[in-house]
Each structure stands twice: as C-alpha cells, then as structure tokens.
C-alpha cells in the first residue's frame, strides 16, 4: 500500500524563523510529488516536484525531491504568522487505475507566533 | 466564481439518515475525486471519475455512492449514516494530460463539514 510520512506532526516557531518540513514515501508507479497548504478550507497548491534535485521555488517557499532517497522537503524562510497552516505532502500514481490517485501525508501543523 | 463548489457546506444529522453531498466544477476538466479528511487531518482518496466513468474506488463501504451525471458533476450519497462518518468530504477535479496526469491541475473545493449525531 502506498505511503507518505511527514514530519514533524506539528511545529511552533516565531516569526522570522526558518522551518524545514519533510516527506518521505513508499508508491509504486511514482509520478510526482506535490505539497500543499491547508487554512481553514481547501487544500491550496504549492508545488509539483517530479524530478530529483530541481528545487522549486516561490517566493519564502522552496521544495525538493530525493528520488533516490525518497523524500522531499519544504523550506519556509522568514517566516509569518500568515505562514500558520497544515502542510500536506501528496504523492500522485503514474496512470493505469491509479491515475490521479494522490496519497496524502497526515500534515505538518505549522504554528508561527507573533 | 468559485472553480468547484461543494453543497451543503455543513451537515449535521442523526444516526441512520441517507444524505447527499453535491459537487460541481466549472473548469472543463474530466476528472473528478471524492478525498475524506478524518478528524486526525487524513485526506484519504474514495473516489475518482474520469468522463463519468469511475476509475478509482477505494475501500469504501458500499453506503457510500458516487454519481456523475455528466463529467462537470459528482455527487456523493450515503446511505444509513454511522458516528464515524463525520468528518470533511473534499471535491476535486483535474484534467487528464496526454502522457498522463499533471498533479497541479487538481482543484479542490472548499469541504463539506459533516456531523453525524
């Protein structure tokens, strides 16, 4: 059965500070990897991550994938309190009658403080 | 306008009630999911669509029924509801490229919230 793992479940800081979120995961028939932040509603896209070692990059944001590893993770520079969100990691399956199946993460919950 | 739309927003009901949630999108895609979020902040996949014509299905009870009347609308119905159906259903919809799927074509809609007492 596929699997993600993220760590760490949750995570207080203080703005200005730098956080590092993880995902590692098990799928067959791997396409990409995708990140997501969670408010109070919908899941809202970040990033699609599909070849090792390309980081992606949106302004605080940033992401890369370990293919080799299995893993990717999430940089948040500078931190704000707007930043407070569930961060989900998903893997997405390559086709066949899993085509478009994403398999979540349970999250990171990010806390940042004033 | 709102991509995907979801109704009810919130739900709550008692114990044994069939209920139906309803989902549309407006972005042309072909593709549409039902995704579970348990209380424990889980998305779990129930269900995909592809053109009306379901291509994933989950370990779902057989309560839970999707129906997609046309590839813009997937609806979920469940049938005799149970305490532990409570949580939030997501609707998502996606397009299907050629060379396969495109992971940040997915939309989710904003959850439908729902309670059962």
């Known amino acids: 059965e596929d699997k993600v793992v993220q760590s760490p479940l949750s995570l207080v800081v203080h703005e200005g500070d730098t956080v590092t979120l993880n995902c590692s995961y098990e799928v067959t028939n791997f396409r990409s990897l995708l990140w997501y932040k969670q408010e109070k509603k919908a899941p809202t896209f970040l990033f699609m991550l599909?070849?090792?070692?390309i980081e992606k990059k949106s302004g605080r944001l940033s992401s890369i994938l370990d293919k080799k590893e299995l893993f990717s993770i999430l940089n948040i520079t500078a931190t704000q309190t707007g930043d407070s969100a569930v961060y989900l990691c998903?893997?997405?399956?390559?086709?066949?009658?899993?085509?478009?199946?994403?398999?979540f993460g349970q999250g990171t919950i990010l806390t940042v403080h004033p | 306008d709102t991509a995907v739309s979801q109704t009810p927003k919130y739900l709550v009901t008692q114990m044994g009630n069939d209920k139906s949630i309803k989902c549309e999108q407006n972005l042309g895609h072909d593709t549409m999911y039902w995704y579970k979020q348990d209380s424990k902040k889980f998305l779990k996949i129930m269900f995909s669509?592809?053109?009306?014509?379901?291509?994933i299905n989950e370990t779902v009870p057989n309560r839970f029924s999707p129906k997609s009347p046309d590839k813009a609308h997937l609806n979920l119905h469940i049938n005799s509801l149970e305490l532990g159906d409570s949580a939030v259903y997501f609707c998502?919809?996606?397009?299907?490229?050629?060379?396969?799927?495109?992971?940040?074509?997915?939309?989710f809609g904003e959850g439908s919230w729902l309670t059962v007492v």
């Open positions: 998502a919809s996606s397009q299907r490229r050629t060379g396969g799927y495109s992971g940040n074509t997915i939309y």
């Open positions: 599909t070849s090792s070692g």
């Open positions: 998903a893997v997405a399956n390559a086709g066949g009658t899993s085509y478009g199946k994403l398999t």
């Open positions: 669509y592809n053109n009306k014509e379901l291509i």
